[in-house]
């Protein structure tokens, strides 16, 4: 039955959306129409409602350079013990000085650097300092107050005026300044705060420290933060948290990944040495070539999951490490498993209990929630077969504190039977399209399903309309099975996309210094993650061509129906949708729909809205609709039943 189209505007995401929606159209010769009958009233699974979360590692600046929101670059002297990576001496006019990285001075035991400047002569009229050119630079915005301060001492207490200024690369002018009026011979931290004036926004700025008269300086920990999310101290950058918060996550994952483990033995993430203020964090390198300033520490990955209303996923470290490192089971392993009873009561201990003391005079008296504890990360790359005895080890004594903990394998273990297994898939389009069935068949009495590291990989830096379409289809085949795959996270999930800092493509969001822009998986994630629903209804696909998939849920409190239909084809494909069952569709159709114009499609700093969910309204609704999804497109159709 055709029907007449009534035709509404929407807008999401600022973007004005200026496109007609038809509910029920004409059919076009396009494609055969294929049936979708749906039993409004029948559930066959219900859904988890922890189902979209995030996963998170430091890799491709995600957190240096990208959502800890500092400024300064290399800010305790520690990223390379040769030579001071990210600055450079200013001399002014006549005025002579040198700088040279100290590895015998520094303002506490973790942060032992600093850099010497060595001024011979300067004055008022050319003063002389250090430089740091930033995350791929500094950025500025008109009219905002930045937060300076640094550790310094020098050889003579009368050493000052010590100006911090910001200064445009592009005209060398001073965009923003503050002083101190004196140094001690002691080393002491200093806070100033700048402001700039109506600027252009830019990256192109750098950050200096100068002094006006001769004598000898010492730096460290050299800190600039911009405004952050919710005004938090040594917090998050906004824009990056506006769009997680668009993805309603449920849960964070951290510190996910390779990160968790590091190269060597040696280098696994110690969370003791990330809490705590920051002159107390020694920094460590990571293994994705570069070293991690652990601003964003534990506390930090927590206070980011209040913020978000997220809840953490706990991974601990479990004797693995990426170079075919382990610990051997048994007494050797029993550090790392105080480590993580350790910091389990850091994060859900009241604050009566050792650790949860800690936390307590680290800011935060509050627990956290805490339900899930993630046990290494990959541990199939251990070819010594040693994970089934550690994951053992660290299960039976989290689960004698914590009986109420529930524990994630990373890889099948026959010691144990784990609450939750993590399964990885880093895919092409074309596998994910092949394998949406993948859960179907999966036993039900087994542990439960955790999609802790998944994405298609095409497109760069971040992925295109095609790798979209398969995240999508992939998706669909976890929602149907969510009964028994309860958690899931695209990964990896940030990129700086500046020449050189990233080390794995594609990832779901891209930035700069100054901006940032959502792939079109991205959107496609906010789309499912927004329309989710807590059943699965009884549903069946008659003459479907192939690349044509879709889950259907409904949620029971808001008594509405949620359509996901992704068209992969290259030709809109025409449904007939029957709604069968006592509940009825009543009230408007909402219709969020995200297209393009080729599977090679995509976003970019310079496009970032080229591919965005245009939502639109259709009022004509009935239990038989008939609709032309478009080629390449992935929907989202929400009905009101009665
Ligand atoms: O997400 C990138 C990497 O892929 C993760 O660090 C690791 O867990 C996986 O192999």
């Known amino acids: 039955m055709l029907r007449s189209a009534t035709i509404r505007w929407g807008t999401m995401f600022g973007a004005l959306a200026m496109v007609p929606v038809l509910l029920a159209q004409q059919p076009t010769k396009a494609s055969t129409e294929a049936v979708l009958r749906i039993q409004t009233d029948k559930w066959i699974a219900k859904v988890s409602p922890t189902l979209y979360g995030l996963m998170t590692e430091e890799i491709n600046h995600s957190y ?172 998050n950058r906004i824009d990056l948290m506006k769009k997680l918060a668009a993805m309603h996550p449920v849960f964070l994952r951290l510190p996910g990944g390779n990160f968790l483990e590091g190269d060597h033995i040696q280098d696994w993430y110690g969370w003791k040495k990330t809490i705590g203020p920051l002159v107390d964090r020694p920094t460590h390198p990571s293994p994705w070539g570069y070293r991690s300033s652990d601003g964003l520490g534990l506390l930090e990955f927590l206070e980011w999951c209040q913020d978000l209303h997220m809840q953490p996923v706990l991974a601990v470290y479990a004797g693995y490490s990426l170079k075919h490192e382990h610990v051997n089971p048994g007494p050797d392993l029993d550090p790392y498993v105080q480590s993580a009873l350790d910091e389990i009561q850091y994060v859900m201990g009241s604050s009566d209990t050792k650790w949860g003391a800690v936390r307590a005079k680290d800011g935060h008296p509050a627990p956290f929630p805490l339900t899930y504890v993630e046990v290494g990360n990959e541990d199939w790359f251990d070819t010594s077969g040693s994970y089934d005895a550690r994951f053992a080890q660290f299960f039976d004594a989290i689960k004698k504190a914590y009986p109420r903990l529930q524990l994630i394998a990373t890889t099948p273990v026959k010691s144990r039977i784990p609450d939750v297994l993590d399964d990885h898939f880093y895919r092409t389009a074309e596998q994910f399209f092949q394998d949406t069935h993948h859960y179907d068949k999966t036993d039900r009495s087994g542990p439960k399903i955790f999609v802790g590291e998944w994405a298609t990989r095409e497109g760069s830096p971040t992925p295109d309309m095609g790798a979209a379409l398969a995240d999508a289809a992939w998706m669909t085949g976890i929602e149907r099975n969510s009964d028994i795959v309860i958690m899931s996270s695209y990964a990896p999930l940030f990129i700086n996309v500046n020449p050189g800092a990233s080390q794995w493509v594609p990832d779901l969001i891209g930035y700069d210094a100054v901006d940032s822009y959502g792939s079109p998986s991205y959107y496609a994630q906010v789309m499912f993650s927004n329309h989710l629903g807590n059943e699965v209804l009884d549903s069946s696909l008659t003459g479907a061509p192939p690349l044509l998939f879709y889950s259907v849920t409904r949620d029971t409190v808001k008594q509405t129906l949620y359509l996901k239909v992704v068209n992969a084809s290259s030709r809109p494909q025409l449904l007939d949708i029957q709604l069968i069952g006592k509940d009825q569709p009543t009230g408007t159709a909402t219709i969020t729909t995200l297209s393009g114009h080729s599977m090679e499609e995509t976003n970019s700093l310079g496009n970032p809205a080229r591919i965005v969910p245009v939502k639109s309204t259709s009022t004509r609704i009935s239990s038989d609709l008939h609709r032309v999804f478009p080629a390449y497109s992935i929907e989202v159709i929400e009905v009101h039943l009665r």
């Open 64 to 235: 240096d350079g990208g959502i800890y929101a500092e400024l300064v670059r290399n800010r305790a002297f520690q990223d390379n013990p040769n030579r001071p990576e990210h600055w450079r001496i200013v001399r002014d006019g006549n005025s002579r000085a040198s700088m040279q990285l100290d590895k015998s001075a520094g303002p506490s035991a973790a942060v032992s650097s600093s850099l010497k400047l060595t001024v011979e002569r300067a004055d008022a009229a050319d003063p002389a300092g250090i430089a740091n050119n930033g995350y791929w630079g500094i950025p500025l915005q008109a009219n905002t107050t930045y937060a300076g301060s640094f550790y310094a001492k020098a050889d003579n207490d009368a050493t000052g005026p010590l100006t911090m200024s910001l200064v445009s690369n592009n005209t060398g002018s001073m965009v923003a300044t503050a002083s101190v009026p004196s140094l001690t011979s002691e080393w002491k931290q200093y806070k100033v705060m700048l402001q700039t004036a109506q600027i252009t926004p830019s990256e192109s700025n750098h950050l200096v420290l100068s002094v006006t008269r001769p004598g000898a300086v010492w730096f460290s920990l050299v800190s600039l933060f911009p405004p952050t999310y919710k005004n938090t101290a040594n917090g």
